[in-house]
């Protein structure tokens, strides 16, 4: 976990998991490193957030595999689910809800979530049927964000096809992938400068 800046409720934070993501960002803006993965970014989140003070908004900033052909570019996520908590068993031991899906926007593509690197076809063939996108950190930052009271927006930028290769892929693109968030984030967050 690394924080860059200092948060005030009247500035958005910016979430991102690695430096790989953040390379680009020229912000006078806070910016939250969390690690990859779930309990990285659920536990750098929450921390940062109880410390206080409260940001205005939390903005995720990070790459996606995309589970569907067709994929590309930036996209501010309306549905965030995880795909890796078996929600339906859960339920029929408890009687609780755990892990629903976090409606986020009004309209955007669903962004499933989970703490595996999709680097498989068969993998990649199952989630499809849930999401066009995954990512390993935003069910987590959406959550932490809510439970704290504070606005939260989430927006990736496809790296990979989320199959044979991703890995590599995710190398080769994650820097052109920073600067597109980079980018998107300079033209969408009014006190980016």
């Known amino acids: 976990m690394q924080l860059t800046g200092e948060i005030t409720n009247d500035r958005p934070l910016l979430v991102l998991a690695v430096k790989e993501e953040a390379q680009y960002l020229d912000t006078s803006l806070p910016v939250l490193l969390t690690g990859m993965g779930k309990i990285n970014a659920a536990t750098a989140l929450a921390t940062t957030l109880a410390r206080g003070p409260l940001p205005s908004s939390v903005v995720n900033l990070g790459t996606a ?3 569907r052909p067709g994929w590309t570019g930036t996209h501010l996520i ?3 689910i995880q795909h890796d908590l078996d929600s339906d068993t859960l339920r029929s031991l408890t009687g609780e809800t755990y892990g629903a899906p976090l409606v986020l926007e009004d309209t955007g593509p ?3 979530t989970g703490d595996s ?3 498989d076809d068969v993998a990649r063939a199952r989630l499809a049927a849930q999401a066009p996108l995954v990512d390993m950190e935003a069910y987590a930052l959406a959550t932490a964000a809510r439970r704290a009271g504070v606005p939260v927006r989430i927006v990736k930028h496809v790296s990979d096809e989320a ?3 991703a890995a590599k892929t995710w190398r080769e693109t994650v ?3 920073a600067r597109a968030l980079a980018q998107w984030a300079a033209r969408s967050i009014p006190a980016y400068a």
Do not use: S
């Open 163 to 165: 199959g044979e290769g």
């Open 110 to 112: 669903t962004l499933a």
């Open 175 to 177: 820097a052109e992938c």
């Open 117 to 119: 690197f999709i680097a």
């Open 65 to 67: 595999g995309a589970l």
């Open 78 to 80: 309306g549905t965030v």
